[in-house]
């Protein structure tokens, strides 16, 4: 036999020994006076007897489990997907459990690899995802898929680091929030835009825009074919300029307006002259088509802030930047304030009337959301997950999918109560010493776990197109 064909035959084999773990009875097969057992995947994430899990090994497992390649036949395949959105700790959580959900979005990726405008995947979150963590590893992912090039938008003046991308600006900006503690400026307006910032322009001021070729940065923000200027409520007379080429807008306009720059060979630095007065609520370093991941950093925020945001002027950023995703990463900040049933019942309220505004202003938008991680606090002298976020992490997910919304289970993919601790100990840490945050591996771990949850669900559409719907049926139900 030829070495290729021995080399294929014992990755088939190997395959095909993990696909038995899945398919294989809980309770065992029995012939004669033997019976044959596999673990079932509550024992896999059990805690130890000290409260303790081998995060490593479980992480491992549930990666393998999550992993996908061809199948011989749709009827494996099938039971394989089956298996998964049924069971896996690292799914989806949908609405009504309706593995369909997010076809129609899956149905826009795949156009936009032959589109004329990027699609956006809007990722706002607390301070775990600052610096363009975990955002950074799903939008790679998804740019190797789907195509797509560049960083997404960020605001006019970036006062977090950031991994992939080099801001300067200079002149008279003004930067204005709506989150954070009461020391952060306020406008006295409510226009702050999809970033939940904006910068004030009166007179003239220039941006700066890097993209880094560093290590850490991903291989797709390194350049960018497209520069996209958001702008809102000019006077008469405002200019941008970008790479000699300047844009004007004559007349006044409250609306929201885009400028755009495309460049025949990629860039990876560009300068933006601005004249007049205008409000800029970001600028987007992406490419002609394909997709992209923008990151949001919101610090001290709880996810709580976008009804305050002016509904027009969200809507309008929206539409004009054609986002088809928002992913809301909020909870940890709310968590030292959880300590009865009233105050989870209060939060997911707040969270319902989110998920709702956003949903009246970009109705042809999904929206994922991911739950909080496991944090550990000192109780009687003991690390422990805090006392009501088990509760919480399931309230947010009954409330997430009452309103029509995805959620994913980041605490129990973690490992639930506990598991905390196992990563801080974790050689390197996964987690920081104050039991909250994750290192910058233990983002990149929550990371993958995401983006292949998301491509193990667009490989499930992918193979359902292929099939029989009577034969989906059969090994789905109905929906």
């Given at each position: 036999m030829k070495p290729y064909k021995i080399f294929i035959f014992i990755l088939l084999t190997f395959f095909a020994l993990g696909l038995l773990g899945f398919v294989f009875p809980e309770n065992g097969i029995t012939t004669g006076s033997t019976t044959l057992t596999f673990p079932p995947p509550k024992d896999i994430f059990a805690l130890s007897e000290n409260n303790q899990i081998d995060i490593e090994k479980n992480l491992e497992e549930l990666k393998r489990q999550i992993a996908i390649s061809e199948i011989e036949t749709m009827k494996d395949s099938l039971s394989f997907f089956r298996e998964f959105v049924n069971k896996n700790i690292a799914r989806f959580h949908f609405p009504d459990n309706d593995y369909t959900y997010l076809d129609r979005f899956f149905a826009r990726l795949e156009r936009a690899k032959s589109s004329s405008k990027a699609l956006h995947i809007l990722h706002y979150g607390d301070s775990q995802i600052e610096m363009d963590r975990i955002s950074g590893v799903v939008r790679q992912r998804l740019q190797s898929e789907f195509g797509g090039e560049g960083a997404g938008i960020?605001?006019?003046?970036?006062?977090?680091?950031?991994?992939?991308?080099?801001?300067?600006?200079?002149?008279?900006?003004?930067?204005?929030?709506?989150?954070?503690?009461?020391?952060?400026?306020?406008?006295?307006?409510?226009?702050?835009?999809?970033?939940?910032?904006v910068a004030q322009l009166n007179g003239g001021a220039s941006i700066t825009l890097s993209a880094r070729n560093s290590k850490k940065a991903q291989e797709g923000t390194k350049q960018?074919?497209?520069?996209?200027?958001?702008?809102?409520?000019?006077?008469?007379?405002?200019?941008?300029?970008?790479?000699?080429?300047p844009y004007s807008i004559k007349e006044k306009k409250k609306t929201v307006s885009t400028i755009t720059w495309d460049f025949d060979v990629p860039v990876s630095r560009v300068t933006?002259?601005?004249?007049?007065k205008a409000e800029i609520y970001g600028v987007s370093m992406e490419g002609k088509s394909g997709v992209t991941v923008d990151n949001v950093p919101l610090r001290g925020c709880s996810g709580t802030i976008f009804t305050r945001i002016d509904s027009m002027t969200l809507s309008q950023c929206y539409q004009q930047m054609n986002i088809g995703m928002i992913i809301l990463q909020f909870g940890g900040n709310m968590m030292p304030q959880i300590n009865s049933q009233k105050s989870v019942n209060r939060?997911?309220?707040?969270?319902?009337?989110?998920?709702?505004?956003?949903?009246?202003?970009?109705?042809?938008?999904?929206?994922?959301?991911?739950?909080?991680?496991?944090?550990?606090?000192?109780?009687?002298?003991?690390?422990?997950t805090y006392p009501w976020l088990p509760a919480l992490n399931n309230a947010l997910k009954e409330t997430v999918n009452q309103n029509n919304a995805v959620y994913w289970d980041m605490f129990n993919v973690m490992g639930g109560e506990n598991s905390m601790l196992s990563w801080v100990k974790h050689s390197p840490k996964w987690a920081g010493s104050d039991y909250i945050h994750f290192t910058e591996d233990g983002a990149n771990q929550i990371a993958t776990l995401l983006s292949d949850a998301f491509m193990l669900h667009y490989k499930f559409y992918v193979t359902r197109k292929k099939c029989d719907p009577a034969l989906i049926e059969q090994f789905m139900g109905k929906k």
């Open positions: 960020v605001p006019a003046i970036q006062t977090i680091p950031s991994i992939p991308v080099g801001q300067l600006y200079s002149g008279i900006l003004s930067r204005y929030v709506v989150y954070g503690d009461t020391s952060q400026p306020r406008a006295s307006h409510r226009r702050y835009g999809l970033l939940a910032n960018f074919s497209r520069l996209v200027l958001i702008v809102g409520n000019n006077a008469e007379n405002f200019s941008a300029t970008c790479q000699s080429r933006i002259e601005l004249k007049g939060y997911t309220g707040l969270i319902a009337k989110q998920i709702q505004y956003l949903q009246r202003l970009n109705p042809n938008a999904i929206i994922l959301f991911i739950g909080p991680s496991d944090m550990s606090k000192r109780i009687n002298g003991k690390l422990q």
